[in-house]
């Protein structure tokens, strides 16, 4: 039985191509892993976040309360935390060419299967494996950003390639919102992803592969002539377990400040993700087909601000912090304004949340480019892990906390919660404005 280091191996360098050939070849292979790690993460989403389209009507069928649902939320978010930094190590040394396929197929055989019961113990042990499967959704893709673009691009890069957050999050909304009515069940919000994602790791497997070494091309840094400063002579060394963990990761201060900071981020971010749509039901009237419309506006509208604000942060010098800073601000704002707008002015709160959207993302993605930032290309998995998993812990408080706020205090006292995360995760990241990447 071959284990999991064996099955998922990097693929081992093939003979260097030509020179003509390389030059023909590189940037081919460059828009396919970028085109591939997205079309691929955004697929991931259609079975992470539909449970939040479905939770309102599931739980109005299977009479699961609000700090039920919350319980559901917050073991998933910690097991995706976990899964992300542990799947984070191991992906730094597998081909994501067989990992992140594996991951898509596990996350749908727990769609599959969430669908088919109505046992609340065994929907939260179910979505608990699903959160930890998703674990093999980013760390894949930021090791082969890492090794097909350079340091001087990945702003602008990872900027294009996190919209695939936004699409797959948004088109979930409407997927999971419409198969609930067209379908006449919960189930199906479960059922029409899982097949998606069935088909997503058929795709990932054929268009995926590993580093450029394995096409016969050479080191990204070579190709770009961008090598970091303190790696020129060893940039292609494979890193020991203890130094992805230790040397690179847990004594590494920078780290630690964008992680924590990135707690509060994701405070703001998931709140109006997962209980957007129920508390627009609830407080403000929306239908179920108009929370399902919140979630889509409130993705899309961090298209284009993701993109742009990669590049600005490329443009400053690598300054993720700084614009991550500025970009907290006006959430701050729109959470005030949706507490103060009154039932029947749907429109504005739809308003507010294009707000949220648009500059949440910017610091959601910078964040991550950060930790990579900090470390080497070698660790990038297990740094970006580290960060995500207190994103995720940062997910499960509110998860549970303001599903507990909600069902026994108000909505109002939930969203004075949000209020306070945002503030904190503002104040951190004062901290990091003057931040460059290392080197």
């Not at 069928?61 to 992300?84: E, P, R």
């Not at 479960?190 to 497997?205: D, E, H, K």
């Not at 405070?267 to 749509?277: I, K, Q």
């Not at 899309?300 to 991550?324: N, Q």
């Amino acid at each position: 039985m071959p284990s999991l280091r064996t099955l998922f191996a990097p693929a081992p360098p093939a003979p260097r191509l030509p020179e003509d050939e390389v030059q023909r070849k590189y940037p081919k292979m460059r828009w396919q892993i970028l085109e591939a790690t997205f079309i691929g993460y955004a697929t991931f989403y259609l079975v992470r976040n539909n449970l939040a389209v479905a939770a309102d009507t599931m739980g109005e069928a299977l009479l699961y309360s609000k700090d039920d649902i919350g319980n559901i939320f917050a073991v998933t978010a910690i097991a995706y935390g976990l899964g992300k930094f542990l799947m984070g190590s191991l992906s730094d040394r597998s081909n994501p060419r067989y990992f992140m396929p594996a991951g898509l197929l596990l996350s749908a055989v727990c769609n599959f299967a969430f669908g088919w019961v109505d046992s609340y113990s065994v929907h939260l042990l179910l979505w608990t494996l699903n959160g930890f499967v998703q674990g093999m959704g980013w760390p894949p893709c930021g090791r082969s950003l890492g090794h097909w673009y350079s340091v001087r691009e990945r702003g602008s890069v990872f900027g294009v390639w996190n919209v695939a957050h936004n699409i797959g999050g948004g088109l979930i909304g409407l997927i999971a919102a419409y198969s609930i009515t067209t379908f006449g069940g919960w189930q199906y919000a479960f059922f029409v992803p899982g097949v998606l994602a069935l088909v997503g790791a058929v795709y990932l497997f054929w268009r995926l592969r590993d580093t450029p070494q394995s096409e016969g091309l050479p080191p990204i840094e070579e190709y770009k002539d961008d090598f970091p400063p303190d790696e020129k002579e060893d940039h292609e060394r494979e890193l020991s377990f203890r130094e992805l963990f230790v040397d690179y990761v847990l004594t590494n201060p920078l780290i630690w400040l964008v992680a924590i900071a990135n707690l509060f981020v994701y405070v703001a971010r998931y709140s109006m993700l997962d209980w957007g749509p129920t508390y627009l039901a609830e407080v403000k009237g929306a239908s179920v087909e108009g929370g399902g419309f919140g979630i889509f506006v409130l993705e899309f509208s961090g298209i284009a601000s993701t993109i742009l604000m990669g590049w600005v942060s490329d443009r400053l010098g690598g300054r993720r912090g700084l614009v991550s800073f500025l970009c907290m601000i006006p959430v701050f704002l729109a959470f005030a304004g949706i507490m103060l707008v009154p039932e029947g002015a749907l429109w504005i709160d739809m308003a507010l949340l294009a707000v949220i959207g648009f500059f949440i993302y910017p610091p959601v993605m910078l964040l991550g480019v950060a930790a990579l930032d900090f470390t080497s290309k070698k660790a990038v998995g297990t740094a970006a892990g580290f960060v995500g998993l207190f994103g995720y812990i940062g997910r499960m408080i509110q998860g549970k906390g303001i599903g507990y706020l909600a069902e026994y205090h108000s909505w109002d006292a939930a969203l004075y919660s949000i209020l306070g995360a945002t503030l904190i995760g503002i104040l951190l990241l004062a901290f990091t404005v003057r931040l460059r990447p290392r080197g």
